[in-house]
């Protein structure tokens, strides 16, 4: 009888044991897991599409001399120091550059370390050629909105053609690149445009309207209560009343712990693989 007692003592201190060896084991783990899947969302990532970059040194192939090209495939993969496990929201800037505008956005952006993506005409280009070389070298991200702004969709094949050609002579003339990514005027889509314009097709998800309100206010509201992370924001550095509105939210958006982005950034930092065609409106609304 008190053998038996005592093996059941003995038994229960065991179990008992056990049981802590495995709440450590687990606890142990559990350690484990946490701190790799912080180690991972803090990682930090090359800043350009790699997709779009790779597309940028071939588009820019034909007009690269040898070393330009491999000063270009080394520009397109600068990393920029980008926490991932913070909310990323891409600002997009159409119709300029407007020299006395925009590099107050460019300003702007540098002070708080965010970087943005513009859209931007030919014939602005050509007018403000020093502003788009600017914005390249600031590691802004050069993008297309044709020369003139024409509604693409009632062009022909080869106006179309035309208005890119264009536009990215202008563009190479002022900073050495072409377009790396392409938004139509109006966000106006047909085959005809998504055949013949090279790259993604990149639309928006949060209109600010502020061609219309040309209210720095309102503007700032849409962006504070609709943008969240993953979005595109469609503005335009041509309006004195956006540039202040950029001027003003950005150091909000930053206390907010957001990070203001390029296209690209915000496709890369998602995971998001974009190729000629495709029609971006937000990193997760992809036609
Ligand atoms: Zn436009």
Redesign the pocket.
């Known amino acids: 009888m008190r053998r038996t007692i005592r093996t059941r003592r003995r038994r229960r201190r065991w179990r008992k044991r056990r049981a802590a060896v495995l709440l450590v084991i687990m606890a142990l783990m559990l350690t484990g897991i946490v701190t790799f899947i912080r180690a991972r969302s803090t990682q930090e990532y090359r800043s350009v599409n790699k997709s779009i970059g790779e597309y940028v040194v071939q588009a820019n192939d034909g007009i690269l001399a040898a070393d330009t090209r491999e000063k270009m495939e080394k520009s397109l993969y600068v990393p920029r120091k980008i926490d991932k496990s913070k909310k990323l929201i891409a600002f997009t800037f159409?119709?300029g550059p407007m020299q006395g505008k925009t590099e107050r956005v460019l300003k702007a952006l540098e002070k708080e370390n965010f970087r943005a993506t513009f859209f931007m005409l030919g014939e602005n280009v050509k007018q403000y050629p020093q502003v788009a070389e600017q914005i390249y070298k600031s590691g802004n991200e050069v993008a297309g909105?044709s020369w003139d702004?024409p509604l693409l969709t009632k062009l022909s094949e080869s106006q179309i053609k035309s208005q890119q050609d264009r536009m990215n002579q202008a563009l190479y003339e002022a900073c050495g690149s072409k377009a790396v990514s392409f938004r139509p005027?109006y966000g106006g889509l047909n085959d005809s445009v998504k055949k013949i314009i090279d790259g993604p097709l990149i639309l928006w998800n949060i209109d600010t309207l502020d061609w219309k309100t040309k209210s720095a206010k309102a503007t700032e509201k849409i962006i504070l209560e609709k943008a969240k992370d993953g979005d595109i924001v469609l503005m335009h550095d041509i309006h004195e009343s956006t540039v202040q509105a950029v001027e003003h939210v950005l150091p909000i958006l930053k206390q907010r712990g957001y990070e203001v982005c390029t296209v690209s950034e915000l496709l890369e930092a998602k995971g998001v693989q974009v190729k000629k065609g495709d029609v971006v409106l937000s990193a997760h609304q992809i036609r």
């Open positions: 159409d119709d909105h702004h005027p």
